[in-house]
Structures are given as C-alpha cells and as structure tokens.
C-alpha cells in the first residue's frame, strides 16, 4: 500500500527584502533622533524659561535695590541745609561720587534714583511693575534701550494704553515730589512766596499740560448709564 506522499509545508520567510529592511532601519533611526531632538528642544526650552524667570526676578530685586539707595540719596539731603543736592553742590564734591570701581557717579544718576524712590513708596513684588522701570534701569550702565529696535516696536504700541494710564498718576506724583522740594529748599520757600516771573512760568508749564489732559478728556467717550 502506497503511503501518501506528506505535503510539505513551505516555510514562511520570515526575511523581508533587503530594500524594505533599510527602508525599516531607517526610519527606526529617524524616529530615535526625532525623539532625541523633542528632548533636546523640551530640555532647553525648560532651561531658557528658568533664566528668563530669574532674569526678570533679578530686574525686580535690582528695581528695589536703586529704590533703597534712592531713600538713601534723599536721606542725606534731609541734613543739607536746603534739603537737597543741587548741581552747583554736586560739583563741589563731583570727585567724591564714584563708585568702588572708580567708574564715575553722574547728577542725573541720583536724579533717577530719587525718582525711583520717589514714585515706588514700598517694595515692588510685580515683576510687571518692575519691567516698566527697564530703560531707567539699563540706563545706570550706560545702555539706552530707548528707540527703534527688532521686536520693541509692537510691544510698545501694544502697550500704549497702559503706559497712558500708568503715567498720568506718576506724573502727578512727580508733581508733588518737585512741590515738597521747592518749599524745603530755602531758596524758594512756600510756593506762596514765589517771585511774579517765578509764578508766572509755572502758570504757563500748567496751562500747557492742562490743554493736553482736557484734550484728552473730552476725546474719551462718556461712560454709559
């Protein structure tokens, strides 16, 4: 009796073409390096937000530092006897202001400290806050952030409406600031007692800011009921 013959079973090949291996390979290759580079990117990504965070930070700490030396300038004048470093005192002692690295100390430095002081009455904690004192700050070393720049042209007509509404109160203090200033100084006293050119000046620096706020008032749109 004849045995059946067994049907061979092929084997299935199990090996791909080589094209379609390399085509494999390399796209194992181009997925580990993707996931490399998605690594990469994140990691330093993470890093740039942490220095930017501490730059900032650092930008508030040094706005409180000039606001602290800035009481510190005022607290000298308070024993001057006309309660103030005027230009002509300054350059009496212009060869005393300079710093521990001999670099020089301008008038228009201590100005700006003291209107850092001036207009900050407590410690600033918003680092908002802080960034919009940037150009005075950066101005201490020399650099004018002020003026056409890549990417500062936007942010400040973007932000126009808030310098707006930040400067007219800061220009108020101002106001009073130079206000105590002229009375303490002994030279000018009470602005009851000013000189009829003195007055007159003053009235004419008011009436031309006041033409301006009442421009601008009258072009705001009435507040509805």
Not at 138 to 145: E, S, T
Not at 159 to 171: G, H, Q
Request: glycine fraction near 6%; charge should be neutral; hydrophobic fraction near 35%.
């Amino acid at each position: 009796m004849k045995k059946k013959a067994a049907k061979s079973k092929a084997k299935p090949d199990a090996t791909l073409p080589s094209a379609d291996v390399e085509i494999g390979h390399r796209r194992e290759i181009e997925r580990s390096e993707a996931l490399t580079l998605h690594k990469v990117i994140c990691h330093r990504i993470g890093t740039v937000r942490d220095k930017i965070g501490r730059h900032v930070e650092g930008m508030r700490d040094d706005l409180n530092e000039c606001r602290a030396i800035g009481n510190l300038i005022l607290k000298e004048e308070e024993k001057l006897p006309g309660k103030q470093i005027t230009f002509d005192f300054f350059k009496q002692q212009e060869s005393t202001w300079v710093d521990p690295q001999g670099r020089p100390i301008t008038f228009e430095n201590l100005k700006h400290f003291k209107k850092i002081a001036g207009q900050e009455t407590g410690p600033v904690d918003d680092v908002i806050r802080a960034l919009s004192w940037r150009n005075e700050l950066l101005g201490f070393i020399g650099v004018n952030a002020s003026g056409e720049a890549p990417g500062r042209d936007p942010v400040q007509q973007q932000n126009a409406f808030v310098l707006l509404t930040r400067d007219i109160p800061k220009m108020a203090k101002l106001i009073e600031m130079h206000v105590k200033a002229i009375e303490a100084d002994e030279h000018y006293g009470p602005l009851e007692n000013l000189e009829p050119d003195e007055t007159t000046m003053i009235r004419v620096k008011i009436q031309s800011a006041r033409k301006v706020l009442d421009d601008l008032e009258k072009r705001l749109p009435l507040a509805k009921a």
